[in-house]
């Protein structure tokens, strides 16, 4: 294969992972009553819209149709491509959950 065949391989590669980790934040948020948007805009203030994540919620299901996504999946996957911002926006949702679980 050429370079030039196996750079574009592994860019596609990267935006479908890339794709993957935005669903999974976005069902991990709609599984725990959090709205993705919110979130992501406590995360990146500068950023107005966000196509890509527009196009995750679109593929999200309800809550109750849902596998469990485990928090340290959601934050692997996030710190994986360099969202530590928003990790650390969903890290602190997950304190304040367990927090108002155990009062």
């Known amino acids: 294969m050429e370079s030039k ?20 934040y976005a069902q991990w948020c709609i599984n725990h009553d959090l709205d993705p948007k919110e979130l992501y805009q406590q995360a990146y203030p500068h950023q107005v ?18 596998e469990p996504i485990a928090d340290q999946t959601v934050l692997n996957v996030l710190h994986l491509f360099g969202n530590d911002d928003l990790a650390f926006v969903v890290q602190h949702e997950m304190n304040s959950q367990s927090n108002s679980k155990k009062a």
Not at 5 to 22: A, L, N, R, V
């Open 5 to 24: 065949g196996m750079e574009q391989k592994i860019i596609e590669s990267y935006q479908h992972d890339e794709k993957m980790m935005i669903l999974i």
């Open 49 to 66: 819209k966000n196509p890509e994540l527009k196009a995750a919620l679109e593929l999200t299901v309800p809550k109750k149709e849902s």
